[in-house]
Every structure is written in structure tokens, then in C-alpha cells.
């Protein structure tokens, strides 16, 4: 630690740090635009003025500016001397000069950094009275409103997209008193993280567009923390709500996880929540539909129990462990499916069970960036986990930081690192069926169906460890690259296998597990991490729950082994054909189910319940390193409409079964279930015993889930009653459902619903909250490993035989993703479905020259019992005989994944 002088107090702060990162780090206010603890200084704004002296005597010092001097022990500074305030007060007003002064007006009003420092500045009288440069906006597509009059050129948002994103659609333009921050025409932003630039801009220069269109000042909105369900790494995220509707998702800072970064499909994937036709009200559908009442429908279900003796219930991966759990008692274990199809539940166990029993390292996604080579084995992590991709950029560039150090450069001194960034990268090599996106930053890329990948992955694992079996049937090339990325593997610091799920291949897993192992094993002290990712929210969740495949829950059905099916929080026709849903779904009195979507299925079924979806509801979820992390309700749906009739899923299953039994209700709220379920499943024991249950106060209040500036409550129901209504109650959790509450940091607390401080109103105000600025949370991370620090078992090598090249008489169909339009529940929003691209068929561009395709071809085949007409579109890499189709959009069940097409052919229109 070293000792600086900040206005004759004395601090202890980093000496890695600038000045202003450990004067912000110690709780001193300093204004600033263009420094981020994410993007490092670059020193473009001046606004982060102080004065430093030589020595105590010295009473002139000299003005330097904070974000771009290294800490010094012993430094004697000033920050509330006259000359640094005049220097930073005129700096802002030159800033300003050509700003629109239209906070009344402006989206990031109340919201906004530049009016937190201005106020900072006590700057409140413009002298610049000629007239203002103006330009046009552009627009960049559905997301994101450009108003580049605001701009007071801090180059956080080219620095962001360019450097650190590595977008190439963005840029500056321009000189002098003219600069412009844009694309070179109009159009939509085409990284996936793009949605980012609206928190780190300063300004309002990006705004969201999805929160235009129903537009509140963030103190009239009610907020509480929540975990993004669109992907497996289940990113920290703020939610904000008003008259019953989500308004706004931002990022909520998570060190390990998400840090200050979210990717678009996070951000705006969030409007199905308010759909209007989503169910609200239970409903019998007999000869024809009738509404029911809360007691109603509880009857119905009851009798529907009482009908049927053998149920099968079909639980979600989607959904809660609460949600899940509950449906598990209510039909017993024996019964009870999780919904994973057979694929994806092998590739789920071989991955529970690497977290379980071997004692091989599982990174968070922040460590991810530490690693220097990394194997990325049958996966396209830029549109199935954007935000792991994001994480592999920045290993890939951290050798920069390296290198720099070895020069005494901090790592906050930006612009000597960008330099050496370019001719110097960590190793990436990926293994892929066709091109994906990373490969701009890979050192190789290898392009193969999913068993030559597999032969390859053996192969070095063989280079690793001779003891395994060799894999004779490679090239020379081949076997050469699979010594190379051996050996780079080996003299690594730190090597990370990244694989997953999406592929629905087991064998991959395996492989990718032979390859970990082996450096493990055969190589002291040498540190290696494993990444699995997973289609779903809460694939491991459901994993530890158990149950069987959905294909066995329906063959139990159809041999007449089980009478009815319960579908909680699960579309069937998003995993089988949809000639076996009609077929297992035309007896619909035999089917209930429970959702917060009007699925298909939910269509189709004799009795349904509306369920509250993540917004509405608080429980647990498990990301793909195995933290547990609890989700909160952000408002309660009644409070709008009493006649809503929104339950969790689990609350409607355990009355049903109390009621079917003749007990009493023993679960009346969520910390009763997490009781349950900690009693029967031992392992997720850590759940209760980290997480703060219902009971926590500080000073004897729950969290505030409004800013206490919030305005406006008697008018949110002013137009069902003009009487304020008292606020709802929340038994389920720590939070007010209100204002009124604490709202302040606290190492006890580390679920945060919004980011605010006295004087920062902005996502800066994030500061207030670490315990030293871009890193920890005073409270510490959120979540609770289920796996770490149990006792390990390191197993042998998974068996796995190398396969030899067949050339294959059928077409075979494998899956390609676009982060749009892989998750189930947006492919629900509008907005989202403006930027789903068409359904296309993939094909290699060898095969499409044999068949005579173009690229304005249409092609045409059945599978599945139904017929399918897509367009073309050409892989340079794809193999020989296999066709792309995009898995899990509608019409595109996972059952799809590994079946073969005889016959293939142009559509002559």
C-alpha cells in the first residue's frame, strides 16, 4: 500500500492505481467523462484536474490530471484548492459548449453522469451564447437512439466498441471542433454487445430505444436485482419496472460474472414479459373455455389428480429449482421428466459430473479473461454465450498487458497497450463445424463435422498423455496442428477447454474433459480450467434435480404406462416434431399446464394455469460454473389487477397437492421450499445457508426496491381507484415493495436493485458500492458455489473411440445459431423478432456448386414428417453433406439435430 496527502488527510491506497481510481477507491469525489475503470485512462476530457505538490513548503503545486499520474507514496494533493476547482469548473463549460442544455427533455435525464459532474462542478452559468454546431443523427438500429448533439467527445464509446468489443461498424469521424461518433451510413450496430454503449456514455448521446417507447425517469420506477435467463451465464442485471410493466434492464455489477458489461439479447430481450396475450386468468377448456377463480381452479386440479393416477410431470430447464422441485413432489421421482431431450441430458450429466467429482478448475466468467491459451471445442460462443466470447477477446489481448508490465506500464494507461495488442495475442484455436465469429481473433481454425473435431480432440489429448489410445486416421497436417496446440497447451501458465451443449454431442464433452485431464495429470503444477456451457438458464439446476428424457416421459405415455401429463413452464413442440405433439396433445383433456406464456402447448391443453414469470416471481437458478443465484420479483401483478390470478408455479402445484392429500399448506412462502428442497438434495445445503431468507433487516428495514426521490405512487392506480392503495407485502424476500426502506451500501447486502448514491445518479454510481473501484463489492459477490470445496474424485479418462471418415449418402442436419432467435421465450418479442434473421438452410459452398444452387435458391426436403422450404445461404467450411437448420426456433424442434435427409433438392418456383 502506499500513503497519499488528499486536502491534509492522509489515505492508504493501491500504488498499482492512477490518482483518481484510488482517490474514487477511498470515497473522494473527483469529476470525470473519459476514464472508465473498464477502458482505462486515455486522458482526453481534462476534467479530472488536481493539484499536486512537491512537498508540504510547496504552496503553488501544479496541475496534473488524476486519471493519468500513477499513485506515488507520499504524494501531497489537493482536489478542493480554488485554482483546481476554476480549471475543472471552465473545462466543463468549454465541454458544454455545444451541448443542447436538454436534460428536460433528454432520455438520460435524472439518469445522467454529465449532470452528476456538472453538479459536482457547481457549474450552473453558460457564457457561450453564439450559435451551436449541430449534426445529424443516424439510426442504428432497434435498440439503440443516437442524439449526437450531446457529445462532449470523451471517446468512451469508440475505445468501448472498437478496442475493447472489437466491433468494426463504428468509428470517429472528423476534427477539431467537428467530431462525429457513428457508423459510415445508416444502420444497425452489428455487435452483440452493442447495448453497452448506452451505460458507458456519459451523456445521452445512446439511449434505449426499447425504453423510449414506454418512457419514465429512472426515480419512477421500481427495480429489483435479477438474473438474465436468455443464456447459462446468468448475468447480474437491474430490472425496472412501472404500471405493471418492465421498462428497463441494465447491467448490475457482479466482479466474477458480468462486471460492468451485458450483451444485447440480455438487455432488450426483455418485452414478452409484457405481452398482452399472455395468460393471466386459469382456464378449463372443455367443450368450451370457461374462466376460473383462484379456488376453482384448485379444485380442477385436484380432480385432475384424483382422475389420472399415473401422472408425468414434465419440469423445465427454463423454470426455478423451486418450480422444479415442486412438480418433482407433487407426481414423485419416478414420474417426473426435467425436460431436457436425450441429448442434451447425456451432455448435462457428463457436465454435472465434471463439477461434482473432478478436481479440475471451473473459472468464472471474469477469470475466463486470465487465461493465456485457450481450445474452444463445438461451440459458436459468440450467438449462443456472447458474453463468454466477449471474455475470450480480452485473454486473447491480455499478453498485451503482459508485456507492458514487464516495462513498468499500468494497466491503466490505455494507449501504449493498444499498441502492443496488435503484435502481440494469447492463443486461441477453435473447433467449429463452420465460421463463426471469433475466428478474427483465433490463431487457428479448424473446421470439421462433429466427429472429426472429436478424432482431433483426441489426437492431442494423445499428444498429451501417450497412454491414451492414438488416433490413426489423420493427416499429416492434422497430426501436426494437434502436436502444436499440444504443446502450446502444455507451456501455457494457464490453459482453458471450452466446450458445451449446443452441438447435442456428448462426445465432445468427453473429449474436451481427455484433453483437461491429461495436462492435469501428466503436467505439475500446471493450471488448467474447463468451461461447459448450456442452452438454458437452469440446464444444471434441473441436472441436479434429476428425472428422465423427455423422449422417455412420452414413451411412457404413449404405452399407456402413464394416464396424463403436467407441462410446467414447457413448449413440447420446441423439442419433438410437431406430429408427434399433435399426437401426444389431441387427447387435451389429459394435459395441464402451467405457464406464463401463451405457448402452443399451453394452446392445446384441457386445463391451464397462469404462472408469474421471471419478473414476477423470486427463486434459484444455476449458471454454468455452478453458482447457485437467487432471482428477485420486481413487482407484484395484483397490486394492478386483482383479477390476475399470477402464482408461482410452485405455489399452484403444492396447493394442489396439500389439497389432494387433505393436509395443510406447508409451503406459504419461498423460504419454505428452499427448505424442502435442501433437506432432500444435500448438495444445494450451501442455497440456505449463504442466501439471506425473508427474516434479514438493517436497522430493522427491508431494501428499498424504489429511489427514495420516486414520485408519483398515489397516481400508479389512479386509474382503477382514486384512494392510494396501501404498498404489497413481500413475504418471499428482503425487499419493500417501496421506497421506504434501506437503500444504502452494505456489506451484508450484496443483492443491489439499483445503482444509486447521494450526487451519483448515474451507473457510475456503482463506485459507492466496491470496496475499491472495478473490483469487489463491499458485500462481495452474489451466489453461492454448489461445487467448490467439495471433496473431489479424480477419474480416469472417459472412453472414446476415434472414428474413421465416412462420406455420407445423406444429407446430415446440424444446428447453427444467431443470438437472436435462439432463446425461446424473446423469439416472443417484437422487437426481437425484427432482428431474428430469416430461416435459412446452411450448406457448404461445394455442395451447393454439385446441386447448381445460387444464392437466391430455395431448396426443399422433409424430415420429421414435414416438409420444409428454406433459401440458401453458402458456408465457405462447411463439410460435405451436412446442412445447418436453425435449432430451436419455431418449426425447428432439437429432434432435428443428428437426423438424416435422403433427398434434397432446389424448389423450382
Partial sequence: MAIIYVDKKIYDVDPSDNLLQACLSVGINIPYFCWHPLLGSVGACRQCAITQYNNFEDNTGRLVMSCMTPVTNGAILSINNSESEL???????????????????CEEGGHCHLQDMTVMNKHSIRHYRFKKRTHKNQYLGSFIKHEMNRCITCYRCVRYYNDYADGIDFGVYGANNNIYFGRIEDGALENEHSGNLIELCPTGVFTDKTHSKRYNRKWDMQYAPGICNNCSVGCNISIGERYGEIRRIENRYHENINHYLICDLGRFGYLHYNLNTRPKQPVHHDKESTILNFKQAIELGVTFLKRYKRIIGIGSTRSSIENNFALQELVGEENFSNGMCEKEQNCSRLILNVLKNNDIYIPSLKEIESYDVILILGEDLTQTSPRVALAVRQAVKKKAQDIASLYGIPKW??????QVVEDHKNSLYIMHTHENKLDDVSEWSYFASIHEQINLAS???????????????????????????????????????????HSFSSSIIQASINIAKAIKMHTLNHHVGLTFLTPSSNTLGAAVIGGMSIESALEKFKQEKADAIIFMEYDIYRFISEYECNFFLKNKEKIMTLDHQSTDTYKRSGLTFPVSNFT?????????????????????????????????SWKWLHFIKSKTNNVE????????????????????????????????????????RSPIRSSGRTALRANIDIHESSQPKDLNTIFSFSMEGYNQPNKSVSHIPFAWFPGWNSPQALNKFQKKVGESLIS????????????????????????????EKYWYIIPYYHIFGNEELTQYSSTIQENIPLEYALIGLLDGIELGLKKDSIVEFNCLNKDYRLSVRFSKHLNKKQIGLPIGRKGFPISLVGKKIKFLQEFIR
Avoid: M
Avoid at 494507461?413 to 493498444?418: D, E, G, I, Y
Fill in 616 to 648: 414476477e416471481s423470486s427463486g434459484t437458478i444455476i449458471n454454468f460454473e455452478g453458482r447457485a443465484q437467487r432471482f428477485f420479483q420486481v413487482y407484484d401483478p395484483s397490486f394492478y389487477d386483482k383479477n390476475n390470478s399470477l402464482f408461482d
Fill in 413 to 418: 494507461n490505455v494507449s501504449p497497450l493498444k
Fill in 665 to 704: 399448506v406447508s409451503w406459504s412462502i419461498l423460504d419454505d421450499v428452499i427448505n424442502a428442497y435442501t433437506k432432500k438434495y444435500t448438495i444445494l445445503k450451501k442455497i440456505q445457508k449463504k442466501e439471506l431468507d425473508s427474516n434479514f433487516r438493517i436497522h430493522g428495514q427491508k431494501i428499498a
Fill in 780 to 807: 462481495g459477490d452474489s451466489g453461492t458455489h454448489i461445487f467448490k470445496n467439495n471433496e473431489k474424485i479424480i477419474e480416469t479418462y472417459s472412453k472414446l473411440i476415434p472414428r474413421d471418415f465416412i462420406e
Fill in 87 to 105: 480549471f475543472r469548473s471552465a473545462i466543463i463549460e468549454l465541454l458544454l459548449t455545444n451541448h443542447p442544455h436538454d436534460c428536460p427533455v
Fill in 459 to 501: 489426437a492431442i489429448a494423445y499428444e498429451l498423455d501417450n497412454t491414451l489410445p492414438p488416433v490413426l486416421n489423420l493427416n499429416v497436417f492434422l497430426k501436426n496442428q494437434a502436436l502444436l496446440i499440444a504443446n502450446r497447451l502444455i507451456s501455457s501458465k494457464k490453459a482453458l477447454i471450452i466446450s458445451g451443449s
